[in-house]
């Protein structure tokens, strides 16, 4: 009892903060808490691009089975493009056409970002020191079905794209060969994870209320049913509590009927039910980028008369997850004239990734770690590797990682050569390693991008 009139008395202080914030600024709430139709989603990020271009860019990674943008809004200091030393964030929601409720958190999302920059200094830094970006909908061919369907809590056709295919089961999956053929949808968001730096990502589901954390499959037959551990487990556990904690509830993890009593509102995929070709996995194994897969509500296509209720329950969760982009460290992997070094190899000591992290086309890396210390091992194929020893502290706060940057003894010409010899053997790093003579040279600071 008493716990739970802790619990009253904190939602009633979350209540009043959120009232001030709209008292101070009324036009926060132009964006009514109601479902959008496709058009009137593409009208908003139209006017939110036009009304604050010096943050935002407004971009389509492809287009759905029936020719509608996937639209994504960037927000950041430098929105177009990615700037070296500033990660990269990602939200997605609609995925799955039927779960509607993230689709109309993160256009509220976006609407708190562009309005409070300059009026809140935690936006206006988590603004400043990372580049974000948000798709309101993944499959809208899906939710434009689910639209001219009766409501339906627990299923609708408008779960799968207009070729009925599940485009969270569509993803190549490391543990298991899938015949199902690959989505336009799915194509695109692939590519995109794939030629961005992503660095942490959310995608927003419906019809439990938990965070769940990679591994969603099996790691081969043979494993029993239950959890699935990752490499990077401890950050995944850290992330989702994260969000669960922030949440105004689901840290008590028993918010649905339908679902199993999650502890501390978070689970392994896999322990809760596995699957394959999952779009989690996919950017963890395959894009270096950790996503966190949160369902937002018991019921995936609620009256939208709740929806203001869930913005209150998940907006701060929302916003703090920006912060945990800057767990860990990052730097850049160079030649000593200081030109980037393309697909390094970047491991930290007992994290033995399905595939290495390696640095993007600017010689940079970032690697989210928690507190305490580690081994990190560059190698740059063909011209030897380092071993360094360094300590993480939580410094979220700073919003900026540890810098760790390495200086390797050759040139900018060089760097070219082992750049096309890795491009010719389709991924496959040079078998053979040079004594070559190198030199170290790191940078630790925790200095802020502004």
């Given at each position: 009892?008493?716990?739970?009139?802790?619990?009253?008395?904190?939602?009633?202080?979350?209540?009043?903060?959120?009232?001030?914030?709209?008292?101070?600024?009324?036009?926060?709430?132009?964006?009514?808490?109601?479902?959008?139709?496709?058009?009137?989603?593409?009208?908003?990020?139209?006017?939110?691009?036009?009304?604050?271009?010096?943050?935002?860019?407004l971009y389509s990674i492809g287009r759905s089975v029936t020719g509608i943008n996937l639209w994504v809004l960037a927000i950041g200091k430098y929105p177009e493009v990615h700037t070296v030393g500033i990660p990269d964030v990602k939200y997605i929601a609609n995925i799955h056409g039927d779960e509607v409720v993230g689709r109309e958190m993160l256009l509220q999302l976006i609407e708190r970002l562009v309005k409070m920059y300059k009026h809140d200094a935690t936006i206006t830094r988590l603004i400043s020191n990372a580049r974000i970006h948000i798709m309101p909908s993944m499959n809208p061919d899906g939710f434009e079905i689910t639209q001219r369907e009766e409501r339906s809590c627990t299923y609708s056709i408008g779960r799968y794209n207009k070729e009925q295919v599940d485009l969270n089961r569509n993803f190549p999956d490391a543990f298991?060969?899938?015949?199902?053929?690959?989505?336009?949808?799915?194509?695109?968001?692939?590519?995109?994870?794939?030629?961005?730096?992503?660095?942490?990502?959310?995608?927003?589901?419906?019809?439990?209320?938990?965070?769940?954390?990679?591994?969603?499959?099996?790691?081969?037959?043979?494993?029993?049913?239950?959890?699935?551990?990752?490499?990077?487990?401890?950050?995944?556990?850290?992330?989702?509590?994260?969000?669960?904690?922030?949440?105004?509830?689901?840290?008590?993890?028993?918010?649905?009927?339908?679902?199993?009593?999650?502890?501390?509102?978070?689970?392994?995929?896999?322990?809760?039910?596995?699957?394959?070709?999952?779009?989690?996995?996919?950017?963890?194994?395959?894009?270096?980028?950790?996503?966190?897969?949160?369902?937002?509500?018991?019921?995936?296509?609620?009256?939208?008369?709740?929806?203001?209720?869930?913005?209150?329950?998940?907006?701060?969760?929302?916003?703090?997850?920006?912060?945990?982009?800057?767990?860990?460290?990052?730097?850049?992997?160079?030649?000593?004239?200081?030109?980037?070094?393309?697909?390094?190899?970047?491991?930290?000591?007992?994290?033995?990734?399905?595939?290495?992290?390696?640095?993007?086309?600017?010689?940079?890396?970032?690697?989210?770690?928690?507190?305490?210390?580690?081994?990190?091992?560059?190698?740059?194929?063909?011209?030897?590797?380092?071993?360094?020893?360094?300590?993480?502290?939580?410094?979220?706060?700073?919003?900026?990682?540890?810098?760790?940057?390495?200086?390797?003894?050759?040139?900018?010409?060089?760097?070219?050569?082992?750049?096309?010899?890795?491009?010719?053997?389709?991924?496959?790093?040079?078998?053979?390693?040079?004594?070559?003579?190198?030199?170290?040279?790191?940078?630790?600071?925790?200095?802020?991008?502004?």
């Amino acid at each position: 009892l008493q716990e739970n009139r802790q619990t009253s008395r904190w939602k009633m202080f979350r209540s009043i903060k959120l009232l001030w914030i709209w008292a101070i600024l009324p036009d926060l709430i132009a964006l009514k808490f109601q479902y959008h139709s496709t058009q009137e989603l593409e009208g908003f990020l139209h006017d939110i691009n036009r009304k604050y271009p010096s943050i935002t860019h407004l971009y389509s990674i492809g287009r759905s089975v029936t020719g509608i943008n996937l639209w994504v809004l960037a927000i950041g200091k430098y929105p177009e493009v990615h700037t070296v030393g500033i990660p990269d964030v990602k939200y997605i929601a609609n995925i799955h056409g039927d779960e509607v409720v993230g689709r109309e958190m993160l256009l509220q999302l976006i609407e708190r970002l562009v309005k409070m920059y300059k009026h809140d200094a935690t936006i206006t830094r988590l603004i400043s020191n990372a580049r974000i970006h948000i798709m309101p909908s993944m499959n809208p061919d899906g939710f434009e079905i689910t639209q001219r369907e009766e409501r339906s809590c627990t299923y609708s056709i408008g779960r799968y794209n207009k070729e009925q295919v599940d485009l969270n089961r569509n993803f190549p999956d490391a543990f298991e060969s899938s015949t199902s053929p690959t989505q336009v949808e799915t194509t695109a968001v692939m590519n995109w994870i794939l030629n961005e730096t992503f660095v942490l990502s959310i995608s927003l589901h419906g019809g439990a209320v938990v965070a769940s954390y990679p591994y969603d499959n099996k790691q081969s037959d043979k494993q029993p049913a239950g959890y699935s551990k990752c490499p990077d487990d401890d950050v995944f556990v850290y992330i989702a509590k994260n969000y669960s904690y922030n949440h105004l509830s689901m840290f008590n993890g028993d918010e649905c009927e339908r679902t199993p009593n999650f502890q501390d509102g978070i689970t392994n995929g896999a322990e809760w039910y596995h699957f394959s070709g999952g779009m989690q996995d996919f950017n963890y194994i395959s894009g270096q980028c950790f996503e966190l897969t949160v369902e937002l509500s018991c019921c995936k296509n609620p009256p939208e008369t709740f929806l203001m209720e869930y913005w209150n329950e998940n907006q701060e969760s929302l916003i703090n997850f920006l912060k945990l982009v800057h767990l860990g460290i990052k730097g850049q992997v160079l030649t000593m004239d200081g030109a980037p070094i393309e697909n390094a190899i970047v491991e930290v000591q007992g994290r033995e990734n399905i595939n290495p992290f390696r640095t993007n086309k600017w010689g940079e890396y970032y690697r989210l770690l928690l507190p305490g210390t580690y081994i990190l091992n560059v190698t740059v194929p063909g011209f030897g590797s380092n071993t360094t020893e360094f300590q993480v502290l939580n410094d979220v706060e700073n919003f900026s990682a540890l810098v760790l940057n390495f200086h390797f003894k050759f040139n900018a010409t060089d760097a070219q050569s082992m750049k096309y010899n890795f491009h010719q053997q389709h991924g496959t790093a040079s078998n053979k390693q040079q004594n070559a003579v190198l030199l170290i040279s790191i940078v630790i600071c925790s200095a802020l991008i502004y």
